[in-house]
Each structure stands twice: as C-alpha cells, then as structure tokens.
C-alpha cells in the first residue's frame, strides 16, 4: 500500500434473487432491521440523501451511523459515505465508503461489497471487516428463505467486530 492510498476491503456474495430483491433488502429499513441486527436503514436513496441507520436503545431509536448517497442506481449500483455515530471512541474518524454492485448471474444476483476509504490504522475497519460478512450472510439468509439468521449470532459478531 502506498503512503497515500487508504485501506479498504471487498467482499463477495450469491444470493438465490434477483437484483431487485437484493437492492429492496439494502434499501429498506424494514428488511435492513431484520438482518443487521436491528440496524434499520432511512434514506430515499437520492445522490446527495442522508443515509441514517437507527438502532433501539432502552425503548427508543437513536443513531448509529450516518452518511451520504455518493451514488445511486437501482438495482445495480450504491455507494455512501460511513460514518459510526454510537461508540464516542470512533467519531473522531473521518467518513468511509460503501459500494454494493450487484451484478445478475442467471436467477441469481452476485453481489459485491467495497468498503474503502478508511484512514490508516482504522478501528472502523477493524470492526467492519468482521461485521460485514456476518450481515450479508444474513440478508442472503433473509432474502433466500424468509428468515434472517439468529439475531444472537449476528449480534455476537457485530459486538466482537466492536471490541
């Protein structure tokens, strides 16, 4: 890695759906609650939106993380800035960025996460090289059978990639 370049990583997936499907389980706060561990997700996807990602905390919804639509086309491409609002250790680091590309193979959709951008010696990306596989696992879960994959396993994930 060069001085300048700034650490990031990829992640990939095939999921039993369509592109349409897979983009309404990123977009859509219901769906996103499901499999993102209570994760619910508010934007109206526009280049230039806020993307605000809500979680529960002693009975009312709070802010974990925000960010803004850098680019926007559904069902084959999204990117956003990330930023982690909900541990006071992390918000000292500049945003990151989100890129999902989902590409159809067959009745299938290949769906391919970057998320780069990070300041070297992130604890974000730290935290998310091990949250995201636990999330998409469970959105294709979701997605592919009705049924998000336990919240506690997805949970402990999230909470290890926290520490």
Request: aromatic share 10%.
């Amino acid at each position: 890695m060069s001085k300048h370049e700034k650490p990031g990583f990829s992640y990939v997936t095939y999921i039993g759906a369509a592109p349409d499907r897979v983009w309404q389980a990123l977009t859509d706060g219901a769906l996103t609650r499901q499999y993102w561990y209570g994760r619910r997700v508010e934007c109206d996807w526009k280049v230039g939106s806020t993307v605000t990602f809500w979680y529960e905390v002693d009975g009312a919804e709070a802010v974990s993380d925000r960010g803004i639509v850098l680019e926007s086309k559904p069902p084959r491409h999204l990117s956003y800035t990330f930023h982690v609002e909900f541990i006071d250790e992390l918000l000292d680091e500049h945003p990151s960025r989100v890129t999902f590309d989902l590409e159809p193979v067959g009745d299938e959709t290949k769906l391919t996460l970057t998320h780069d951008e990070f300041e070297p010696k992130s604890q974000v990306l730290e935290g998310c090289r091990t949250g995201w596989p636990a999330i998409l696992s469970s959105l294709k879960s979701l997605v592919e059978t009705g049924e998000p994959l336990a919240v506690s396993s997805v949970a402990a994930a999230a909470k290890a990639a926290a520490a």
